[in-house]
């Protein structure tokens, strides 16, 4: 069993040294068009109401509670109570659609349910006869007109879809919590948060609470975490990575923030954030905002701004590389910074220490151009079974094109075939349920990531998902990842993917970002509708020539020979985009089959 220095072994000790710091400014949350805060003591004392609840409901040790919640105060109310309660918390994503949903709680065997507004109550009602472990559903109000439980469209005409409680009553009683079991000890499961089964069956990915409190450790450590800092609890608490970022900040005795991705802007004005975590689409669509806006400007206006941004991108490399930065160079900056850069990082709110990237690979350009305004971003690597961070780069010591280096006490290693292996205490004690499939991805007490990596130097850069590799009909292998990260940083472009696989030659999908390409069609007299802009010749000549230009550096094999552009993004409703905004490539070729042999059909003519 792992002992920790800091003498927090458990998730349960982290809740008592959260309480004893009585911070009285600990949590922000939205009250109408500002924020307010919620100090310590109040947090502690509904985590204890809401964990003697669970005692009454004869919650014990091992019982596994569900959740489907948005980020708020009372996600982690509920996470705290099972781990004072020494039970298993299964959160899930709210876009889940109730097959899903049905299949998660039973798999788990969820005893009972903490569910966020009518929606989320009606999808569970639906499947609950298929729950046999189910004893209780318990609705946390979701807002206006949450607590009226609308008739459910599957139910005949004026019932509704009710709960067995409020969860306002069932952390209303008084009672003494100083008898709470808590877990065995610190190789007791903590949570089981099941994959996006993007590649088959969901699996539920048990982490204990070593697993956990080692990463929280070691990532406090990476990122230099203060007391002082103030962070953005943006992305999905039922994804482990902004979870564990959030218990970092935790016993760091920092300030969490719960914002959301849609209200980034206005939320970075009024929290004033030093760290926000996020994934690479949430960054890309800051500087697509930022470049909109410059384009919309004066030709004067855009002369300065791109100025200043090559300014900025000597500065950076001076900082990164060590590259020659004269005293020329220096006064340059002063004005690029004054005219430029110093009012868009005031758009940050004018405090970020450091932005943090997971979930998906970070393409090296944008890390670049973030680095160039001024704002520093760092990317890590992880997985669900690894607690999630297996790597990140050190805020001081950044390298670009990487993961970083692996945190205290993670081994990593490559495999012949190139494949990340990794093995210590933040490696996931197995998948609930499926003793072969823990085997599998384990060889000789190493985890294999999936991942196809290098280790250059104790940095570590992963080039794509193993089983992405795509290999044409001549034989060549194709790295998918690299390539759509590269064309992505069109502005023209708002998602696209690779295919190719068994072909002669590499195609794409194109999702045109359609707010920037419909502005530059209407200076041209277009005045076209998504349908329309996708088979004008003139817009597929303007993304053919950004195509061009950005996969320049890739071998002829590598590049994109020919595309089609879609009129609808990918999205989370029609499974091509996980809750994580992930594409997912098998959904995207079914989808769009007909379209992708179109291509290569035309392209034997």
């Not at 719960?258 to 994934?279: F, K, N, Q, S």
């Not at 997912?584 to 007909?594: C, G, L, Q, T």
Request: aromatic share 8%.
């Amino acid at each position: 069993m792992l002992v920790f220095a800091t003498a927090v072994n458990t998730l349960a000790d982290l809740f008592y040294k959260l309480e004893e710091r009585a911070r009285p400014d600990l949590l922000m949350v939205r009250a109408g068009a500002d924020f307010e805060y919620i100090s310590a003591s109040q947090f502690a004392k509904r985590i204890r109401r809401c964990a003697a609840g669970l005692q009454r409901l004869g919650i014990e040790r091992g019982d596994r509670v569900g959740l489907i919640s948005s980020n708020r105060p009372d996600w982690h109310v509920i996470d705290f109570a099972c781990h004072l309660s020494g039970a298993i918390l299964v959160p899930l994503f709210s876009t889940l659609t109730a097959a899903q949903v049905r299949f998660t709680f039973a798999d788990s065997g969820c005893k009972i349910v903490f569910i966020e507004g009518a929606d989320q109550l009606e999808k569970v009602v639906s499947v609950r006869g298929d729950l046999p472990d189910l004893e209780g559903i318990i609705l946390l109000s979701a807002g206006d007109g949450a607590d009226e439980f609308p008739a459910s469209q599957n139910q005949s005409e004026g019932t509704a879809a009710r709960p067995d409680l409020a969860f306002e009553e069932l952390i209303t009683a008084e009672e003494p919590t100083k008898d709470l079991p808590g877990p065995e000890d610190s190789d007791s499961v903590a949570t089981i948060i099941y994959t996006s089964g993007t590649t088959g069956e969901p699996k539920g990915v048990m982490l204990t609470h070593s697993n956990l409190i080692s990463n929280i450790v070691s990532s406090q450590a990476m990122l230099t975490c203060r007391s002082t800092d103030v962070t953005l609890s943006v992305l999905p608490l039922c994804h482990i990575f902004q979870r564990m970022l959030d218990y970092t900040w935790f016993d760091a005795g920092a300030q969490i923030a719960y914002g959301a991705p849609d209200r980034l802007a206005e939320d970075y004005m009024l929290v004033r954030p030093t760290v926000v975590p996020g994934v690479p689409r949430l960054f890309e669509r800051f500087r697509a905002a930022v470049l909109e806006k410059v384009v919309s400007g004066s030709p004067l206006k855009q002369r300065i701004f791109y100025w200043a941004e090559r300014v900025g991108r000597r500065r950076a490399e001076h900082e990164l590389l060590g590259t020659p930065f004269g005293f020329l160079d220096q006064f340059r900056f002063l004005a690029a910074d004054r005219l430029v850069l110093r009012k868009l990082r005031a758009r940050t709110g004018g405090r970020i220490v450091h932005f943090v990237s997971g979930g998906a690979a970070l393409d090296p350009s944008l890390n670049w151009w973030f680095e160039s305004m001024g704002l520093r971003l760092l990317q890590g690597y992880g997985l669900t079974e690894t607690s999630p961070v297996i790597s990140v780069n050190p805020h001081d010591a950044n390298r670009i094109g990487t993961v970083g280096r692996p945190i205290d006490g993670a081994e990593v290693k490559i495999a012949d075939d190139g494949e990340i292996l990794t093995r210590g205490p933040h490696v996931m004690k197995g998948y609930w349920n499926k003793p072969q499939a823990t085997d599998e991805v384990f060889i000789d007490g190493w985890f294999q990531t999936g991942d196809i990596g290098v280790l250059e130097d104790g940095y570590l850069r992963v080039t794509d998902r193993k089983k992405n590799i795509l290999v044409t009909s001549t034989g060549k292998n194709v790295a998918p990842q690299p390539l759509e990260n590269a064309i992505a940083m069109s502005r023209y472009v708002e998602q696209l993917t690779v295919v190719g696989d068994g072909q002669r030659f590499v195609a794409a999908l194109v999702v045109p970002d359609f707010a920037i390409l419909r502005n530059w069609a209407e200076e041209r007299d277009k005045h076209k509708t998504p349908e329309e802009l996708c088979i004008d010749t003139d817009v597929i000549a303007l993304i053919r020539s950004e195509i061009d230009a950005l996969q320049a550096n890739f071998s002829t094999f590598e590049q994109v020979r020919d595309f089609r552009l879609l009129s609808t993004p990918f999205n989370i409703d029609d499974g091509t985009l996980t809750p994580t905004l992930k594409t997912v490539r098998r959904v995207v070729e079914s989808k769009y089959a007909e379209l992708i042999d179109e291509i290569y059909s035309e392209g034997e003519s």
